[in-house]
């Protein structure tokens, strides 16, 4: 791997990461480190000084220690898919790559449980339970490159965690190389251990915290049945008052997405599901569980949308027609590039109940800004992702762009809701904290951080505003794209 | 159940009227370096390590409405110190509950609850309460007022305080309010249960029954004299049985499905007694879930391993004291006990020596619930020695509580 090092970083240091790891396994020349950059939020960038790929806790924990001594940044990271700046190396540092731990080490089917390396990808450990009845519940649609570290340090949900939970729902424990080197154990396969409950401060700690070496995950029995529906109604409205009904009928569905007709353009474009391109919104609804108890709710739910002028209500006949109904929505995303060079996936929750009003909000946003907005989304839990298309060469689009998302971000807020549901802080909500919690919340905020990472030097700049108190200003790293 | 003046060392109690006066309350204290003892329904005051140094006890209960309740939106926000079954009571005006079963549910506070992170008889189906805060405000031993988390099921902004303060026994804050996630009720209701041979017979039950799909959400085996005395007395007929139950909750084709499937499973194992009248029910369930609270035995324990530890555990306190009370929980990996009289050789011996060991083997712990002698009231014997981080734990603890006011000397370090 290993060109030419034109790293800012000390001679001595290098060479030690170099022992530590191996030649091989150190990037340090800037062509090379260039890819790592930025990760899936692609509006802000800086270049990691040194990227070291170690295999093993102990080579972790060696490479933390060397950088607590010098007082050098250390930022983890998994697939670099994080939406919110996770993974952007502010002040530069060394960025521990963990792809290569990336082993399933133990199952234990009769208990429940297995154990991961952070690298592995969410989606291998689903494979690997094929044909045990087991498998690992949180499934976020980026499952098939996000590594289940990742998922640790964002607290990631997905499609499924209306019913099942997100990802701190589904670890049991942790092993975390802290600030200064030192590796411990937080939680523990049997649950419930005394003292503080640390793991559950880890999970959602975006590296700030440490650095996550192995993974003690739960394992769902698989639902011994499914039935799917899609919905189409006329309007947005219509759509999000089934979900208030099916809800409050006492129905969880495992699954309760929604899309809006920018996207379903976007999918019949792409795909030809047969959509109906005049529809205003589609809901793609799925109970799970026990065969005995799917029929009704089938017919319940289908009645309910029936009840709020869906247009038509199609129940998928088979495996093969639920993996068609799921098709578009999974791929929802790539058919996005059809409609524009860029796109600006946002993240934010509000009561389900004020779904029709966020809605509403989104779409006068979009024409005050003069951007197109389209929307798929976990609408079962409120959780919604509009998605903002734009073309990044065009600095005046990124600018609008922005302020396009602060507008409908700090609506969630007003709604009673969040600034994001799964994809993290990050960098780029940064500045939202102090909208969302009062000066005394963020200290303690601070203080928890300061406990395990007293320097600061475990992924800085990152989750909470910089230098005590409210009110900060944050600074931007790096450059930003086409600024 | 014994009152907070029997427990803690209270030079004097304040009724902690909102949440300013909590704050004054922990500012003087902290300033003074004064203990604190935070109670809610004084159900739980002997669970830790005892209490020495004489303090102030901050009374919560009037801290007792309910906030916020969308039921809609299937959140509940209520103040720290309201009762349990009053919680209950408002969710299930909406045919709505909280699937967290705790002893005394009509003096426990929601606070409590939380703080103590106490888990009850339908984990298996539900999960654990941290799976339930999404939202808490706690004022920490500085005095300041703190919040985490928010009013909505799904949100990743900031460090989680909701699990961080969940199961902390206030060590970091005295929580003031709390928002909960809320689940409908379930439509049907059955217990089954049936007299096994022996535990290896029911291992092998629980085993078979948790790979088979069922709408299952409590599973194990009560046995010893204390349940004469309580609604499953029918099903007890010696002290020596084991008697296998299984709670069933669903729709009613789920339940239904779930007791033909329960029955084909069993076959050649045991024969199930079906039970569905909800009054009987809900009296079984309250029953399991007062088990762990009850004030006779002069020692109780909890243990907790991964499943398959339950079994082993629960062999080796019988082992120890065969007239010993038990529930075990087969699915969760929980065992609960009452020993008949308080072991001669101590607790050392026989808790940290015969049956900690096992539980660690699976993963697990022992924690005491009840040691009626208040002797060898040990880290050790309380909690079992895990290896846990402690520095870390210290250093979270002193950046929320510097003069260490709140339960001092009552947790893990
Ligand atoms: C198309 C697409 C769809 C997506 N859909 C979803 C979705 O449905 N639900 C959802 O929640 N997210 C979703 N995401 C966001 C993203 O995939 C998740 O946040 C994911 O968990 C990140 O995993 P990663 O391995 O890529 O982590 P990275 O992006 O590499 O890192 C994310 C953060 O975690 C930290 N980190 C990584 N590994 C560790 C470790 N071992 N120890 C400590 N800290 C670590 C990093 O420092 C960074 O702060 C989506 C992203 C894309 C591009």
Known sequence: ?483 | MATALETLPLRETQSIESVEALTRCLRQASAEGVPVYPIGGATSLEYGMPAREAGIGADLTPLASIVDYPARDLTLTVQAGVRWSQVQAALGEENQELPLDVPFPSQATAGGIVATAWTGPRRFGYGAVRDYVIGIEAVSGRGDVFHGGGRVVKNVAGYDFCKLLTGSMGTLGILSQITFRVRPKPERRCWLSAPVENWEVARELALRLRRAPLAAVTMGVVRGPYWKQTAWSECIESVEDLRFVLLLEGLAEEVAGSIETARHVATGWCRWHEDDEPSLVQSRLDDLAAFPGSTEPPLAIRAKTVASGAEPVAQAILAIDADASLFADLATGMVDAHFSVFPQEGLSATLVKKIQPIARHYGGHVRLLRNASGAEMTHQVVWTELGLPLQLMENVKQAFDPNNILNRGRFVW
Request: glycine share 10%; charged share 20%.
């Open chain 1, 1 to 483: 791997m290993a060109s030419t090092s034109d790293t800012t970083v000390p001679a001595r240091i290098l060479s030690t990461l170099q022992k530590i790891v191996g030649n091989r396994h150190v990037l340090s020349s800037r062509s090379e480190r260039l890819v790592y950059e930025c990760d899936g939020f692609t509006l802000e960038k800086n270049t990691p000084d040194v990227v070291v790929f170690p295999r093993t806790t102990e080579e972790i924990a060696q490479i933390v220690r060397l950088c607590h001594e010098h007082g050098v940044p250390v930022l983890p990271r998994g697939a670099g898919t994080s939406l919110a700046g996770g993974g952007l190396p502010v002040g530069g540092g060394v960025l521990v790559v963990l792809t290569r731990m990336k082993d399933i080490l133990e199952i234990h089917p009769d208990d429940r449980y297995a154990v991961v390396e952070p690298g592995c990808v969410n989606v291998w450990l689903s494979l690997a339970l094929r044909g045990t009845g087991l498998h690992y519940a949180p499934d976020p649609s980026s499952q098939g490159a996000c590594t289940i570290g990742g998922n640790v340090a964002t607290n990631s949900g997905g499609p499924h965690t209306l019913k099942y939970g997100v990802t701190v729902n589904h670890v049991l424990a942790v092993e975390v190389v802290l600030a200064d080197g030192e590796v411990v154990v937080l939680g523990s396969p049997a649950e419930d251990t005394p003292g503080l409950d640390l793991l559950g401060a880890m999970v959602g700690s975006e590296g700030t915290l440490g650095i996550v070496t192995k993974v003690w995950v739960r394992l769902t029995p698989d639902p011994q049945g499914y039935r799917t529906m899609l919905a189409i109604f006329d309007s947005v409205d219509d759509a999000t008052t089934a979900i208030s009904r099916i809800i409050g009928a006492g129905i969880i569905p495992a699954a309760l997405e929604m899309m809006d007709q920018g996207i379903i353009e976007a999918v019949e474009a792409a795909f030809q599901f047969g959509f109906p391109l005049d529809a205003g919104a589609v809901l793609l609804i799925e109970v799970d569980g026990l065969e005995a108890g799917l029929d009704r709710q089938q017919q319940d739910v289908t009645q309910l949308c029936r009840d709020c002028r869906a247009r038509e209500v199609r129940v998928a006949a088979d495996a093969r027609e639920r993996m068609r109904l799921w098709k578009c929505r999974k791929e929802a995303f790539g058919a996005i590039g059809r409609l524009s060079p860029s796109y600006c996936t946002q993240d934010g929750v509000v009561p389900r109940t004020q779904l029709p009003e966020i809605l509403r909000r989104i779409r006068e946003t979009g024409e005050k800004y003069r951007l197109r907005i389209v929307n798929v989304f976990h609408a079962g839990d409120g959780n919604i992702h509009p998605i903002l298309l734009f073309d990044e060469r065009d600095s005046d689009q990124v600018d609008r762009v922005l302020r396009a998302s602060h507008e409908i971000l700090s609506a969630c807020l007003e709604l009673g809701g969040s600034v994001t549901g799964e994809h993290g802080i990050g960098v780029e909500k940064i500045g939202f904290m102090d909208q969302m919690f009062s000066s005394s919340d963020l200290e303690a905020m601070h203080a928890l951080r300061q406990a395990f990472n007293p320097r600061g030097l475990l992924s800085p700049g990152k989750l909470l505003p910089t230098a005590g108190a409210c009110g900060i200003e944050q600074r931007h790293p790096g450059r930003r794209a086409a600024l």
